[in-house]
Each structure stands twice: as C-alpha cells, then as structure tokens.
Nanobody, 121 residues
C-alpha cells in the first residue's frame, strides 16, 4: 500500500508564495510518476503539475511560469513551489502517485487526502 500525505497549505495573500510537500510511505516496490492536482468547490479536479518516471514535467496552463514541481526520490517526496499566487488558485491540492506494490504488479494510482490552499487579501 501507498500512503501520500500532503502538507504546506494555508492562507496567503495574492502575490505570495507557498511550498507544498507530499511524502509517500508504506510498502511498495517503486514509485513512478508523481504529481499535483487541485479541486475547487463545484469544479473538476485538474492537473497542476506532473513529473513522470524519467523526470519529464508537465504543468497546467493556468500555473505555467508560476509553479515548479520538484522531487526527491531518496525521500519519496514531491514538492510544489507556488509563486505569484492568485485568488483563482484557491483549491484543495492533492498529491498523486503511480506505484507498483511488488515487482511485476500492475501500476496503480494513489491519492493523498489533500491540503487546502486559500489565496485572499
């Protein structure tokens, strides 16, 4: 099993910055892609940033140039540095990871419980 725990959310003024962290723990063979998604009330969950198993990164259009995803494989941790925050960035941010529990197992998708980010003056 894989447990994903996000931290670092909170209240910030427009133009401010936050850094989110997500730590993966449990019993698994290997983590592959990891990423961040967000969901505002009444809206679909959307991609924020994604880093695949060889380090190729994708960003949602609305955060390009403002957010940066990084990863520390030794710590099974992924980060999201969020700069120049806007009120429309307000959402619950979820960590996502693909993993195999054992060698040869099918890849499965795992989600954290989310951390709230609120951008308001």
């Amino acid at each position: 099993q894989v447990q994903l725990v996000e931290s670092g959310g909170g209240l910030v003024q427009p133009g401010g910055s936050l850094r989110l962290s997500c730590v993966a723990s449990g019993s698994f063979f290997r983590l592959y892609a990891m990423g961040w998604y967000r969901q505002a009330p009444g809206k679909q969950r959307e991609l924020v940033a994604h880093k695949d198993s060889i380090g190729i990164t994708s960003y949602g259009d609305s955060v390009k140039g403002r957010f940066t995803i990084t990863r520390d494989n030794a710590k099974n941790t992924v980060y999201l540095q969020m700069n120049s925050l806007k009120p429309e960035d307000t959402a619950v941010y979820y960590c996502n990871a693909d993993a195999r529990l054992n060698l040869g197992d099918q890849l499965r998708d795992y989600w954290g419980q989310g951390t709230q980010v609120t951008v308001s003056s």
